[in-house]
Structure formats: C-alpha cells, structure tokens
C-alpha cells in the first residue's frame, strides 16, 4: 500500500533560517501528494498539493514542495521560517482504494522555531 | 472558501455514556467524508468513509458498534462514541472534497477537529 514517511519528527530552527521537512513515497507514483499544517488543538490546513504538471508546488504561507520521482520525495520547504510556523506538518497520500480522497498520513514533523 | 465544521470542539462526557460529533460542511455538499482519529504527538488514523445515504465503511480494527456513523444528508455527517471509555479520549477529526470528480485532485477540506475526554 501507498505510503509516506517523513524523516524528522522533530525540526527546530532560528527565525529567518531555512525549513526543510522530509517526505519520501513508497513504491509507485501516487497521482497526488499533499501537505498540511496543524497549529495546536485545531484541524488541518491544507499548504500545498501536487496534482500534475509542474514539480515545483507553491503554496500558502511561503512554503513551497517539489516532487522528485527519481528521489520518490516530495519535501517541504520555506527559505525564511518565522514565528507562526512553529507548528505539526504532515506529507499525506491518497490511499489506494475506491477513491482519491482517504488520506495517508505521515507520522508528522513538529518544527519549533527560535527567536 | 469551502469550510467543513465539528461541534463540538471539546466535550467530557462520563465512562460508558455516548457521545455525538457533528461534521457539516458549510457551503458545498459532500456525498463522501471521512472521519480520522488523533491520540496526541501522534498522526492522524483513517476510522471510516462515511457515504450520504448508505452505510459507513470502515478501516480495519475499527469497532462499527462502538463507533456509529450516520451520513443522512449531503451536509451533515455524525459520528456516536457509544458506551465511551477513558481509552476513547482522542482528537477527532472529519475531512469532506468538494466536487464529485473522482481523481480530480480537488483539494480536501479538514474540520477543525473534536476532542473528546472520556473521565
């Protein structure tokens, strides 16, 4: 079955540094691969997902992920952390299964940012 | 935007009462949501798929007895701790797509969670 493993459970940065968070897919080519923010006690918030076409996915917040099918990765990242993004991300696939909308989820990456 | 909402945000509730959650989504119909669960630091877990108008499907190791799902409208879809027990503490959480395009990468839409104290 299709799933995703983000390396990391833990990344913590200073202020205005570079984000990087790891997802790696397993075996074949999931048609999408979607990122989500989870601030404390609340839901989630989609950031980006990829679908087709361009690799380089933009999305809310600054962030930004590129799907690498030689690297089967698609990693998150911000070039400038701030404050607000101290926060759960997690790297989600759809499930294999009778529709595209049953999501597996990473196991998540908690980023805490220094001032 | 679309927006999918649960009530309540937080409910306690007393060891073997039951417990109903509500998951709405706001302005567009869903004929499809789904229900996960969260126990805390950890990731979200698929419990069910919840299907307007016919009976929920769920994952494996899931209790469908213990956790009822009703999907009676395009809207509304309820989740029912029954006989709720401390172990049943946890965040839960719903998601609905908008559109009915399968595989059309249409974005899905997260609810703002429930959590759930059994004492």
């Known amino acids: 079955a299709q799933s995703v493993t983000q390396l990391g459970s833990h990344v913590s940065v200073s202020e205005g540094a570079l984000v990087l968070l790891r997802c790696n897919y397993s075996?074949?080519?999931?048609?999408?691969l979607f990122w989500y923010v989870q601030y404390p006690n609340q839901g989630l918030q989609l950031l980006l997902k990829y679908t087709t076409g361009a690799t380089l996915v933009k999305g809310i917040n600054g962030f930004e992920a590129e799907f690498k099918k030689s690297e089967t990765s698609f990693h998150l990242t911000k070039p400038s952390a701030h404050m607000s993004d101290a926060a759960e991300y997690f790297c989600a696939v759809p499930t294999p299964g009778s529709n595209d909308y049953k999501l597996s989820f990473g196991a998540g990456t908690t980023v805490t940012v220094r001032a | 935007g679309a927006v999918v909402s649960q009530h309540p945000s937080w409910v306690i509730c007393k060891s073997g009462t039951s417990v109903k959650i509500e998951c709405r989504s706001l302005d567009f119909q869903a004929t499809t949501m789904f229900w996960y669960r969260q126990f805390p630091k950890q990731s979200l877990m698929l419990m069910a798929t919840s299907n307007e108008g016919s009976k929920a499907t769920y994952e494996q190791g899931v209790e469908k007895d213990k956790f009822l799902i009703n999907h009676a409208s395009l809207t509304l879809s309820t989740l029912t701790v029954t006989s709720a027990h401390p172990e049943d503490s946890s965040f839960y959480i719903c998601?609905?797509?908008?559109?009915?395009?399968?595989?059309?990468?249409?974005?899905?839409?997260f609810g703002e969670g429930s959590w759930l104290t059994v004492v």
């Open positions: 998601s609905a797509h908008l559109g009915r395009d399968r595989g059309a990468g249409n974005t899905i839409y």
């Open positions: 075996s074949s080519v999931p048609p999408y």
